[in-house]
Structure formats: C-alpha cells, structure tokens
C-alpha cells in the first residue's frame, strides 16, 4: 500500500514537471498543435484527483487497522480477566476441598470454624483496641492533671505576687504580718517570707518570734544572707552577741550589699561596743 502510493505520487511530481516544462519546449518548438496543452492539463488534474482518492482510502484503511487493534486488544484483556477469575475460583474450590478432606467433613464445619476464627480474631482486636484506649485516656488524665497543676501554679503565682505588693504599700505592722501570713498559706516553703515576717516581727519588739522565724527561713534555704542578717538582729537583741556577730559575717559573706544598712539597722545597737562588729562597719 505504501509502495503504491509513492509510485503514484512519484507519477504525479513527473506529471507536473512535464507541464511546467511544457511552456519552455513550446516556445522552441511553435509547430507542436496547440490542443495538446489541455489534454495534458486534464491528465494531470486526473492524476491528482485519483491520488487524494487513494489518500482517503489509505487513511480510512489505517483507522481501521488501528481499531482492529484495539478491539483484539481489549479481547485479550477480557479473556485474561476471565481466566484469571476461573482461576481464583478454581483455587477457592481447591481449597475448599482440601479442608474436608483434611477433616472438615460438613459445610456446618466449616461454617463453625468459619465463625470461631472470626470471633477470635475480633476479640484480639477488641483487647488490643481497649488497651490502645486505656492508655490513651491515661495520657489524657496525666495531661489534663499537668494542666490543672499549671493552672494552679499561675494562679497561686499571681495570688502571691498581688500579696507582695499589698505588703509592701502596708504601713501597719500588723495587717503586714497577716498578708505575710496569707502567703504563707499559699506556699509554706518560702524562705523569704519568713525572712520578711521576721523583719516585720522585730519592729514589734518579738524578739523570739523573729529568731524562731529567721531559723525557719535557714531551714528552708541555707544559703539566704537576708535571714542570717534578721536572725542577727533578733540574737544582738536577745543578747547574744557572739551568735549575732557570726550570723552577721555569714549575711556580709552571702550578700556584700548588706554591708551598707549595717550603720543604719537599729537592732545592732547593742554591738558597737565590739571590736568585731566595728571591724564589719568599715
């Protein structure tokens, strides 16, 4: 098919170069018979009408080679879906027969281990999916626990931060020790409070209350200069001023900026009389 037609159009491009030539050899030769260029023009536009008729014939003859091929092609998909499914039921049927010959003797068999094998494998699927959520609502306890212990500690955070402030615009010593107080109900372990409470107990003229509290502050941070310069205070007080003059070294040794409010802390007066406590002034 594709040899006849470049034959044809092979026939038709010479056709065409004999009437392009046609005019050139006319002109040498004024005796040819001037009905001979028409014939020749019709021959050629013959030729040309007879190729686009070949051409269509060729194309509707490639279009239905190519749908021939693609209607075997999907033939051949259907028949292999088709064996492959009778060969699926083929194993199914197989199968089946192997486990009655193995001892499943009756369809009620195989329907009862049928229905304990399915039963067994939900149960495992329930277990597993009950213990996936125990743990899970055990995570979601811990957590929401966390948050409420957060939500505690903001809490009681800004509480002690707002009692602080009233504490320290209080002028009454009183209502300042109740504030104190009040926080210490919040937080029981905070070394500073008893250290300020001290310093407020002291302007009472408590002198044991404040020692007692400075030795609570010491019991809670070992380290805080602040309750050893109070428990100075009450022990320089109280009279004993060897304990006072130790407790005041620590506070310095602890906190260097102490050293400035020594001149000015009244409850020192019974030390300067001491060479010591001089000593620590300069």
Same mark, same amino acid.
């Given at each position: 098919?594709?040899?006849?037609?470049?034959?044809?159009?092979?026939?038709?491009?010479?056709?065409?170069?004999?009437?392009?030539? &046609?005019?050139?050899?006319?002109?040498?030769?004024?005796?040819?018979?001037?009905?001979?260029?028409?014939?020749?023009?019709?021959?050629?536009?013959?030729?040309?009408?007879?190729?686009?008729?070949?051409?269509?014939?060729?194309?509707?003859?490639?279009?239905?080679?190519?749908?021939?091929?693609?209607?075997? $092609?999907t033939d051949r998909a259907a028949r292999y879906i088709t064996d492959t499914i009778g060969n699926v039921f083929y194993l199914i049927a197989g199968a089946t027969?192997?486990?009655?010959?193995?001892?499943?003797?009756?369809?009620?068999?195989?329907?009862?281990?049928?229905?304990? +094998?399915?039963?067994?494998?939900?149960?495992? +699927?329930?277990?597993?999916?009950?213990?996936?959520?125990?743990?899970?609502?055990?995570?979601?306890?811990?957590?929401?626990?966390?948050?409420?212990?957060?939500?505690?500690?903001?809490?009681?955070?800004?509480?002690?931060?707002?009692?602080?402030?009233?504490?320290?615009?209080?002028?009454?010593?009183?209502?300042?020790?109740?504030?104190?107080?009040?926080?210490?109900e919040v937080n029981a372990m905070d070394a500073e409070v008893y250290a300020y409470k001290a310093d407020a107990v002291l302007d009472l003229d408590e002198f044991?209350?404040?020692?007692?509290?400075?030795?609570?502050?010491?019991?809670?941070?070992?380290?805080?200069?602040?309750?050893?310069?109070?428990?100075?205070?009450?022990?320089? $007080?109280?009279?004993?001023?060897?304990?006072?003059? +130790?407790?005041?070294?620590?506070?310095?040794?602890?906190?260097? &900026?102490?050293?400035?409010? +020594?001149?000015?802390?009244?409850?020192?007066?019974?030390?300067?009389?001491?060479?010591?406590?001089?000593?620590?002034?300069?």
């Amino acid at each position: 098919m594709h040899v006849k037609y470049l034959l044809q159009l092979l026939r038709t491009s010479l056709l065409l170069g004999l009437l392009f030539v &046609n005019p050139l050899i006319a002109s040498e030769k004024p005796e040819e018979s001037p009905l001979s260029k028409p014939l020749i023009e019709r021959y050629i536009l013959d030729e040309l009408k007879s190729l686009r008729v070949e051409q269509e014939q060729f194309k509707a003859s490639v279009q239905t080679t190519v749908a021939k091929g693609q209607m075997e $092609q999907t033939d051949r998909a259907a028949r292999y879906i088709t064996d492959t499914i009778g060969n699926v039921f083929y194993l199914i049927a197989g199968a089946t027969s192997l486990l009655i010959f193995a001892g499943w003797n009756s369809l009620r068999d195989i329907r009862k281990k049928t229905e304990q +094998i399915i039963e067994e494998r939900v149960h495992d +699927i329930t277990e597993r999916y009950n213990e996936s959520f125990e743990i899970l609502q055990q995570k979601l306890t811990e957590q929401s626990e966390k948050i409420l212990v957060n939500q505690k500690k903001i809490y009681d955070t800004q509480l002690i931060h707002s009692l602080w402030m009233r504490a320290n615009l209080e002028t009454n010593l009183q209502s300042k020790i109740e504030i104190y107080d009040e926080i210490l109900e919040v937080n029981a372990m905070d070394a500073e409070v008893y250290a300020y409470k001290a310093d407020a107990v002291l302007d009472l003229d408590e002198f044991e209350w404040a020692l007692n509290l400075s030795n609570k502050a010491l019991e809670i941070d070992s380290e805080y200069g602040y309750a050893f310069w109070q428990r100075a205070c009450a022990n320089a $007080q109280l009279g004993n001023k060897s304990e006072a003059i +130790i407790d005041l070294k620590t506070a310095l040794g602890i906190s260097p &900026n102490l050293k400035e409010e +020594i001149a000015l802390e009244l409850s020192f007066e019974p030390l300067n009389e001491l060479d010591e406590f001089k000593s620590l002034m300069t």
